[in-house]
């Protein structure tokens, strides 16, 4: 379902929502005053077309098309979202949505990227209030799922229902709140941890760095994957959750927290945190540490997907909205993909165990064509692969798109060999090659054995359809 967006405020944060838009093949219509923005969104864009489909086993889209505008009516104009993130300020905000919503379609949602301004102070003094909701996004955009979709009662539950089928349709997790907030749900928290963290170094107890390595080394990897509630219900042990608030419960009147008190940000301090900070990550440019983060943020989320919780269940329910569906070929197009980071190895390249995953991924995808699919193989039938020969030709890097190209070479009986060729898809280059043997087995016995007729039809049929190839 995909539309056209218009991106008013193309910074951090508009060009991570204009990334997020493209690559799931919507049109994005920019309008952003700064001379600089088509070279700034276009750096964004170029980190997020390099991570964002690593995170899948399919193809995305086809990108929609990208266009900047010199005025703000021409921008909104025909956009079904529109998508506000100027700087934070309220007065700038209203006096923007004044402008848009006189050239707007009035059926158009009006998401605001805010970070703390509640969805009332922004519907305000709002020609049409109705269409304006809050839609907090997290850095960045076009990885991060979180969005904090913030209603009010003049938001009609039909703008509010499409809003939040169009942010899944994005790969997006909105999470909504009803009860509007300052600074909303999550970044309450990441204010807390901010302050206590300028405490520390204000009070000369903790550098930059080592706050950072108290936060990556132990609780912000557990916060990935169980939140703060369930963790802290796992370390009450058997006894659970009361057990452990009867144990720390008491330390919430121990001087754990200066949470109240605000450290005064005087020149000195931000002057000793810059200088901390430039010690710590100064080496490397703001570019080098995104791709650094998006590395990592894909590696987790990846790991995520793998054990299907939190982000990674996400990612896998919108990748299930992505499989493609086969045709009979010659050749079958049986995978289509990006390689992704974690598959690289000390050489610099695919690992060479990876080739046999995609080989057998394309195999999957050949065996769900012919009908030996979940439910065929949970009534206890399904395909060994009893031999592979794979020829490694050339080299793969993350981040490049690949197609296998596949051809059933034999179909007889319990038999099935399929010949694969992986090429890459921007110079059709072969890659690699794989001859594959499987045999059909029955689950129960863990014996060969001839497939079920339909399946053993369909695959008879590809074998002579392949023959000539
Ligand atoms: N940077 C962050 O980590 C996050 C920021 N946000 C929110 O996103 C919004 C934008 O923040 P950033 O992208 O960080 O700021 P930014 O400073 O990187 O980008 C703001 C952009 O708005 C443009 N702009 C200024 N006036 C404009 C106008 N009248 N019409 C159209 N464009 C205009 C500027 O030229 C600039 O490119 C803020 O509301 C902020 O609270 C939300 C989540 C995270
Ligand atoms: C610092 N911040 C308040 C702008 C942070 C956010 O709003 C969310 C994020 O991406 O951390």
Redesign the pocket.
């Known amino acids: 379902m995909a539309g056209t967006a218009a991106i008013i405020g193309g910074g951090v944060?508009g060009g991570g929502w204009a990334a997020r838009f493209l690559l799931n093949g919507w049109d994005v219509r920019v309008f952003d005053p700064d001379p600089e923005a088509t070279r700034k969104i276009g750096e964004v864009l170029d980190n997020a077309r390099n991570a964002l489909p690593m995170l899948y086993d399919f193809a995305l889209p086809d990108e929609g098309k990208l266009s900047f505008h010199p005025t703000m009516s021409e921008a909104v104009a025909g956009a079904e979202w529109i998508q506000e993130s100027v700087p934070?300020r309220l007065e700038l905000k209203r006096k923007v949505y004044q402008t848009l919503q006189e050239h707007c379609d009035a059926n158009a949602v009006i998401g605001s990227?805010?970070?703390?301004f509640k969805p009332s102070e922004l519907q305000g003094c709002a020609t049409r209030p109705d269409q304006i909701v809050v839609t907090?996004?997290?850095?960045p955009?076009y990885l991060?799922p979180l969005i904090e979709l913030v209603t009010t009662d003049r938001n009609p539950s039909e703008l509010i229902n499409g809003a939040k089928e169009t942010l899944t349709s994005l790969g997006l997790y909105p999470l909504h709140v009803k009860k509007e907030i300052d600074?909303h749900i999550?970044?309450r928290f990441?204010?807390a941890v901010?302050r206590e963290a300028l405490w520390l170094i204000k009070d000369g107890i903790a550098t930059t760095e080592e706050i950072d390595n108290a936060i990556r080394y132990g609780f912000g990897i557990r916060w990935a994957q169980m939140g703060l509630f369930e963790t802290y219900r796992v370390a009450g042990g058997e006894a659970g959750m009361k057990h452990f608030i009867d144990q720390f419960g008491p330390c919430l009147q121990w001087p754990w927290t200066k949470l109240m008190d605000v450290p005064e940000l005087t020149d000195e301090l931000a002057q000793m945190i810059a200088d901390q900070s430039d010690a710590q990550s100064g080496h490397l440019s703001i570019r080098e540490l995104e791709r650094k983060r998006d590395g990592n943020l894909i590696a987790m989320m990846r790991a995520l997907r793998q054990q299907d919780n939190a982000a990674g269940r996400l990612i896998n329910e919108h990748q299930a909205g992505l499989r493609p569906v086969l045709k009979d070929g010659p050749p079958i197009i049986s995978a289509r993909r990006v390689i992704p980071i974690d598959w690289t190895d000390y050489n610099g390249h695919m690992n060479e165990g990876r080739y046999g995953q995609l080989f057998s991924d394309a195999a999957d995808a050949i065996m769900t064509h012919v009908g030996a699919d979940d439910a065929y193989i949970a009534a206890g039938n399904s395909y060994f692969t009893a031999e592979t020969n794979i020829k490694f030709l050339s080299e793969a890097h993350a981040g490049e798109k690949v197609v296998v190209e596949s051809l059933v070479t034999q179909g007889e009986g319990k038999k099935l060999r399929c010949y694969h060729e992986m090429k890459r898809e921007a110079d059709g280059e072969i890659l690699a090659t794989s001859d594959q043997f499987m045999l059909h087995v029955n689950l129960e016995s863990r014996r060969s054995c001839d497939p079920l007729p339909e399946v053993l039809a369909r695959v008879e049929a590809l074998a002579a359809l392949h023959k000539e190839n």
């Open positions: 944060i934070e990227s805010t970070s703390g907090h996004p997290f850095n955009v991060l600074a999550a970044d990441l204010e901010w």
